[in-house]
C-alpha cells in the first residue's frame, strides 16, 4: 500500500510542476513542449485510475495531436511577426 | 503596463489579489471536497448485469455505443460541424502531388516503416474495442497521427474539398443513420439494436467513426498550419 | 487514499489554469490555460469513479472521452481565429514607440 501511494504522490508532484512549467513560462515555444509533456504525464495517471481506454485517447489525441496542432499555429505567428516586423523597419528606414 | 521588454502585463497588484482569491476558492473547494461522502458505485453492477445484451464485452464501448447511442450520435454530429467549420481555412494553392518529396534519410525510413505499422495498429485498436480497451476514437487518432507524420515529411496533401473527402467527414453520421433506419425496421423502437446484430452493427458504426474521427482531426491540424513553403516567408 | 490525493489535484490544477487563464496575455497562454483547465476537470471525474480494482464506472468514462476529443476541436477552432487575425495582438508587440500606457 505504501508504495503505490509514493508512486502516487510523486506522479501529482510531477504533473503539478509540469502544469505551473507550461503556464507560467514567459517564452511560448517551452510552454507548449511542457504541455506536451503534462499530457504525457496525465496519461500515466488515468492508467493509475485504471481508466485504459482514456488513457490512449489522452496521448494521442490530448499530448500528441494538441500539441502539433499548438507548434503548427506558433511557427505560422512567428513567421507573420518576421514579415511584420521587416515591413515595419522598411517603413522607419523610408522616413 | 508595459515591461522591460515592450510585453503588456497586467498591475502586480492585480495579480496578486487575483492569485488570493482564486488561493482561497480553491481551499474552500477543496476543503468541501474531502468532506463529501464517497460516491456509491452502483454504475458498474448496472452495465455488467446488462452487458450480454449489448453485443461487447468491453463496459466502456458498450456504454458509449449502445446504451448511450444516441450521446455518440450527437458527438458525431458535432465533429461533423467542426470539419465544415475548418474547412475554408485550408491553403488554397495547395497541389494534388503525393508522393514522398523528403531526401533525408533517417526520415524517409522513419516514414516508410512507421506509416504501415501505424494503419496496422488502427486497425487492431478498433477491431480490439469490443472486449479490451480500444475503441473508434483512439484508432482515428492514431490514423490522424500517421497524415500528420506524412504532411510534416513533406508528402504533398490532396485538397479535402472534393466529392470524396467530404463524404469521409459524413461518413459516420451517414453510417449512423443507416443503422438506426435499420434497427427501427427490426424492432420498431428508437436506436433499439437487434439483440442478435448489436455486435456487428456496433463495430459497423465504429468503422465509420474512425475514418471521419481520423479525417476531422487532420483537417483542424491541416488548417491550423497553412502552408509553410521551404525558403520563402509565405504566411497562409 | 487515491482517489482523495487526485481529486485534490485535479482542483489545484484547475485553479493554476484559472489564474494563468486571467493574468497571462496572448492566444496562446489562453488556449493553454484552458486545456489545463480541462485536464483538471478530467482528473476529477475519473478520480470520484475509481472504485477499486476492475470496477470502474465506465459511464464517466464515456463522458471523459468525449470531452477530451472536444476539447481539441475546441482548441483547433481558438487556434484557427487567431492566425487568421492580421494585426499581431498586443502582447506579441516587441517594439512600439508611440503607444500610451
Known sequence: MPINLLFDGLLVVLILVLASGALFSTNIFNGIVLFISLGLAVSIAWVRLYAIDVAIAEVTIGAGLTGALLLGAWKRLEIKKSLHSSISNKETKND | MIDAHGATVLKSSYVLLIAL??????????????????????????????????????????????????????????????????????????????????????????????????????????????????????????????GLLLTLSNAGVTKMTGFWWRSIFSMSLIFFILVIGFSYLNTHTFLMYPTTLSGSLILFIEFAATFSVAATLYLCYLSVRGRVVQGSHRAG | MQAELYSVCAVILFALGLIAFLVKHGVFHKVLALNVMGIGVFMLLLATSAFYPNAIDPLTHGMVLTGIVVAVAGSALALNLATQVDLPSQSDEITRHDKPD
Open chain 2, 21 to 146: 482569491t482564486i488561493s482561497v476558492l480553491t481551499g474552500g473547494v477543496i476543503f468541501a471536497l474531502l468532506q463529501t461522502p464517497a460516491p456509491q458505485n452502483i454504475m458498474y453492477d448496472l452495465v455488467q448485469a446488462n452487458i450480454q445484451q449489448s453485443g461487447v464485452t468491453n463496459p466502456v464501448t458498450a456504454v458509449l455505443l449502445n446504451f448511450r447511442a444516441y450521446d455518440t450520435f450527437l458527438e458525431f454530429a458535432v465533429f461533423f460541424c467542426v470539419s465544415i467549420a475548418s474547412l475554408p481555412y485550408l491553403d488554397p494553392s495547395v497541389s494534388d502531388a503525393s508522393h514522398l518529396e523528403t531526401k533525408d534519410g533517417p526520415l524517409f525510413s522513419l516514414v516508410k516503416v512507421l506509416v504501415p505499422l501505424t494503419i496496422l495498429l488502427a486497425g487492431y485498436t478498433l477491431w480490439v474495442g469490443s472486449f479490451k480497451p480500444g475503441g473508434a476514437f483512439q484508432a482515428g487518432a492514431l490514423l490522424a497521427g500517421c
